[in-house]
């Protein structure tokens, strides 16, 4: 007797997030509204990188008059614009992209995104989605209505015209957006809102870590009046680095991925590929595997170089991932990733906000799971921000900021991992977030960001990338501890000065008034009282010649002559030079000049300045100064000669790197009453001192940690 139908059927994709919304990030009214905007600047980022265009993109979001909760969302771009034939695929088809199976850095991979944002604005309100595209070749655009069949996963095609500059018209919805570009116009049920979780706020930090970009934001009322605006310049004319696909690695392989490729392998029918068709598909799908490796595999697989890869059997799968795991490969190509890298996080930092002290850091490339990722920290400390709040925690993933779930995000919890009060912030029971003026950035770049959920809203757990981001946490925090111990030190040295020179003058013209005798010379006695070296240093842009002035002078207030050896990090690169430096000195290693001063008589003061060509307004903001020689320096840290040492040894061995030096000691804490009785700070016992580090401060050689 046969079975009755069970009334079962398939939902399409289109269907399945129609009724799950909420997995696109559009499940609260102020939260659709972020997540539309998101998915519109992520793409026009990465359309305009991809074809090496600087990208200007403007956002607008109108208040629908008589509509409660209903908006009118206009984003628009200057990339490459999108053919004709292929904005139905855009806009009205799920998982449509070019990203999804390659293996490198990009905002997106799905190819969800903007069909998410044209779906939930029919959904929402019924309506349409306008796209305008126009491409250079051509010299007119096109303008399309575009709705989601759900059921089909297509897309609805409705008043499409193509038209010139002649033919604008606004009110007929045809806009001119220049030579190319995108815009889309799509109205949603959405509410619009200020504060840490807003459009505002995304756009913010958008603009930091994309500081390539120039970002226009404007925010409307009912009646068409402003609610909030603002402008992101871009602060540099420098795009990332291409990036570039790579073949996947066999240690971040699951069975089902291989058995995959293997089906999906296509072998010629002639040369390595027909004789040994298994060796040559292991050679060439997967990176860093050379032939040799490649028959070691399959030796420990015992399986023949010669057998079809879709003939493997299901334990010869079993076998083959097995024997890839115990060979040793090397790790897989790198230039995958583009880090937005130190210079420019400072920037970013910088112009969105104001500060006194950024410190940053861009680690190393690194692997797990076969996949390649590098972190990057930026901490900010000073200027306007609150000190009585807790820190503010910027999350990047690929340059998209990171708006929900912070707790449960693994970069929060590396952040909290550390011991904040070692570093000069309020950190409570050593828990949380610290508090303290100070907002920290983490970034993580990578070709496989593991998220909590389809929303991209937080990282997932992965031990290798909360070490390695811890460890870029410990190395800006030894940075604002430094700062702080420094300014800290030359605060005193600054006002015990000012003191004496203001009270001691006054004392001296009374006293001979009163015994009527000769003026005694007060230089010499201000030197003994004193009784320390203290360094004042400075950098200036010069907008006539277009270069940067850095000026290091050093006060010698102590009873006798001092001689030292003076090291100053620059910005050391190709396109990069001194262009005046009068008082010569050598280059003691990459990215680190060494000047000889001659004898500084008690009372005295020398100066060391030079100018640095090749870099534009901002791009070089502060420096690092060392010394050599016999006594302290205040403002200066003393130089770690084992250290330096070893960096040499590694540039000659041709390895190099982005940040030259870093403090090997921490800088003396002088008191400059008691400047001679201050001891030397030895590393060892500070690691003993805070045990969740270890006793290696550049990152060099075994442990990584300070």
């Not at 201000?526 to 200036?540: P, Q």
Request: charged letters at 25%; hydrophobic letters at 35%; a negative charge.
């Amino acid at each position: 007797m046969a079975r009755k139908s069970s009334g079962m059927q398939q939902a399409s994709i289109s269907e399945f997030f129609e009724k799950n919304k909420h997995f696109l990030g559009f499940d609260t009214l102020p939260r659709s509204i972020i997540t539309a905007v998101k998915e519109s600047v992520d793409n026009s980022l990465d359309a305009a990188e991809e074809h090496r265009i600087l990208p200007t993109i403007s956002i607008e979001i109108h208040k629908v008059a008589g509509k409660k909760d209903e908006l009118r969302l206009i984003t628009q771009d200057n990339g490459p614009g999108i053919p004709q034939k292929s904005i139905s695929k855009v806009f009205g088809s799920l998982l449509f992209g070019s990203r999804f199976h390659t293996i490198r850095q990009t905002r997106g991979q799905q190819g969800i995104g903007i069909t998410g944002v044209v779906m939930y604005s029919q959904l929402t309100t019924g309506k349409p989605t306008a796209v305008i595209s126009k491409i250079a070749k051509e010299s007119g655009a096109v303008r399309v209505n575009i709705g989601l069949d759900t059921k089909k996963n297509r897309a609805i095609i409705s008043n499409e015209k193509r038209f010139s500059y002649d033919e604008v018209n606004p009110g007929k919805g045809l806009h001119w957006i220049g030579e190319h570009g995108i815009r889309i116009e799509a109205r949603m049920k959405a509410k619009y809102q200020r504060g840490r979780q807003s459009v505002y706020q995304y756009l913010k930090m958008t603009s930091i870590v994309n500081p390539h970009a120039s970002v226009d934001f404007k925010a409307f009322d009912e009646e068409g009046n402003i609610l909030d605006e603002e402008s992101w310049a871009r602060v540099t004319e420098e795009l990332p680095r291409p990036v570039k696909d790579i073949k996947p690695h066999p240690h971040g392989l699951e069975i089902g991925t291989l058995q995959r490729l293997l089906r999906d392998a296509n072998i010629p029918s002639e040369g390595e590929g027909a004789n040994t068709a298994l060796r040559y598909f292991i050679r060439h799908t997967f990176s860093s595997v050379s032939q040799s490796r490649a028959e070691q595999i399959l030796d420990l697989a015992e399986l023949d170089y010669k057998k079809k890869p879709g003939l493997l059997k299901p334990d010869d799968v079993v076998d083959l991932l097995a024997a890839f795991g115990k060979v040793k490969l090397p790790a897989p190509p790198t230039d995958c990733l583009s880090p937005i890298e130190d210079l420019l996080i400072k920037k970013g930092l910088s112009k969105a906000i104001d500060s006194r002290f950024v410190s940053t850091v861009t680690r190393e490339p690194r692997v797990t799971n076969g996949n390649p990722f590098q972190v990057e920290v930026g901490l900010i400390f000073g200027g306007d921000l609150p000190g009585d709040q807790p820190i503010q925690v910027l999350r990047f993933a690929n340059r998209v900021p990171l708006m929900y779930q912070q707790g449960g995000c693994l970069l929060t919890k590396a952040l909290e991992s550390v011991n904040w009060k070692t570093y000069g912030l309020d950190h409570p029971g050593g828990r949380g977030i610290p508090k303290g003026p100070a907002a920290i950035l983490i970034h993580l770049a990578s070709t496989n960001v593991q998220f909590t959920s389809e929303a991209k809203e937080a990282l997932a757990d992965n031990t290798d990338v909360f070490e390695e981001i811890r460890l870029a946490m410990l190395e800006v925090g030894r940075g604002l501890r430094n700062h702080l111990k420094k300014k800290k030190a030359k605060e005193k040295a600054q006002e015990k000065f000012e003191l004496v020179n203001i009270i001691l003058p006054e004392i001296h013209d009374k006293v001979i008034a009163i015994l009527g005798a000769e003026p005694v010379p007060l230089d010499p006695v201000i030197t003994k009282i004193m009784n320390a070296v203290f360094l004042e240093e400075k950098i200036e842009w010069e907008s006539e010649t277009k270069v940067t002035r850095a000026t290091i002078e050093v006060y010698n207030y102590t009873a006798r002559p001092r001689a030292y050896t003076l090291l100053s990090t620059w910005p050391e690169k190709e396109g990069v030079s001194m262009v005046d430096n009068p008082l010569g000195g050598r280059r003691e290693a990459r990215g680190l000049w060494a000047w000889k001063l001659e004898t500084i008589d008690p009372g005295c003061s020398t100066t060391v300045s030079f100018t640095v060509g090749g870099v534009a307004k901002g791009d070089w903001s502060d420096f690092d100064i060392f010394f050599r020689g016999a006594g302290d320096i205040i403002g200066a840290t003393k130089i770690d000669e084992a250290i330096l040492a070893e960096m040499l040894r590694e540039e000659d061995a041709g390895v190099e790197y982005e940040e030259v030096i870093e403090v090997a000691t921490p800088p003396m804490v002088v008191d400059a009453a008691t400047v001679d009785t201050v001891p030397e700070v030895n590393i060892n016992q500070e690691a003993e001192t805070h045990p969740d580090e270890q006793s290696n401060w550049f990152g060099l050689g075994g442990g990584e940690e300070e």
